[in-house]
C-alpha cells in the first residue's frame, strides 16, 4: 500500500469513550502532522512530529494525546471528548528538511461526538 | 499568528471559461506557497507549488506569486465540472504549512 492511510475512516464516541485514530504513511517521509478540519474554519494544526519527536502542540486540550512510535506510524488517542470536537481529523506527511514540498494527506477521520 | 485569506465564495464559472482564486497571506518571510484541492468528503491533494515571483504553469493550471504584494493566485483554464472543488492556499511556516479556509469553485456544464 502507498501514500498515507488513516483508519478508521468513521467514528462516533460518546463522550466518556476512550478511541484512537491511526495514521500510517509509506513515503519514506519523517515528519507528520495531525490537522483538524471543522466547518467554514482553516485547517487547525494540531500536532507536528519531526524524526518521531514531538515539535510543536498547538495549544491543544490534553483530551486529544498524540503517539509517534516510528517515523511511518501516528496516532491520536481520543478521551472524554467534547461534541465540538467533531470534525475531519486529517493526518499529513512530509520530508522534515524539505516542508516547503508541500505535505500529502491521508483521507482523514470523521469523528462525530455524541 | 500567520493568517491566510481567501474568499470562500461559492464562486462559479461556466465551462470553458477561467477561474480566478485568490489568497493573500501575512508573513512577509514566507517563501513556499501551494494550492490544494479537496473534493467533497475527501482529503486535501496537493496541485500546484510556487517559490518565486511569477507564473509558474502545469497544465491547465498558473499559480501567480507577488510577494511585495503578498498576494499568490490560482487560474485554471478552460474550467471543467470536474474542477468542482474546495481550493486551499497554504503558506509556509516554521514547522507546519498554514492553511486559507478554502474557495468553493462550481463549474457549471
Known amino acids: 500500500e502507498t501514500g498515507v492511510t488513516q483508519t478508521p475512516r468513521h467514528l462516533v464516541m460518546g463522550m466518556t469513550n476512550k478511541k484512537s485514530l491511526k495514521c500510517e504513511q509509506h513515503l519514506g517521509h519523517n515528519a507528520m502532522y495531525w490537522y483538524k478540519q471543522s466547518a467554514k474554519k482553516p485547517l487547525e494544526l494540531m500536532f507536528v512530529?519531526?524524526?518521531?519527536?514531538?515539535?510543536e502542540n498547538n495549544s491543544v486540550p490534553s483530551r486529544f494525546s498524540p503517539e509517534c512510535p516510528n517515523s511511518s506510524h501516528l496516532f491520536l488517542h481520543l478521551h472524554t471528548l467534547q461534541p465540538e470536537d467533531s470534525a475531519l481529523y486529517l493526518c499529513a506527511s512530509s520530508y522534515s528538511d524539505r516542508a516547503n514540498y508541500g505535505y500529502t494527506f491521508g483521507s482523514g477521520t470523521r469523528l462525530t461526538v455524541v | 499568528q500567520k493568517e491566510v485569506e481567501q474568499n470562500s465564495g461559492p464562486l462559479s464559472v461556466p465551462e470553458g471559461a477561467i477561474a480566478s482564486l485568490n489568497c493573500t497571506y501575512s508573513?512577509?518571510?514566507?517563501?513556499?506557497f501551494f494550492w490544494y484541492r479537496q473534493y467533497s468528503g475527501k482529503s486535501p491533494e496537493l496541485i500546484m507549488s510556487?517559490?518565486?515571483?511569477g507564473d509558474k504553469e502545469d497544465g491547465r493550471f498558473t499559480a501567480q506569486l507577488n510577494k511585495a504584494s503578498q498576494y499568490v493566485s490560482l487560474l485554471i483554464r478552460d474550467s471543467q465540472p470536474s474542477d468542482s472543488a474546495t481550493y486551499l492556499c497554504a503558506v509556509e511556516g516554521a514547522n507546519n504549512l498554514f492553511f486559507g479556509t478554502g474557495t468553493r469553485l462550481t463549474v457549471i456544464p
Open positions: 512530529y519531526s524524526l518521531e519527536e514531538r515539535v
Open positions: 508573513d512577509r518571510g514566507s517563501q513556499s
Open positions: 510556487i517559490y518565486s515571483n
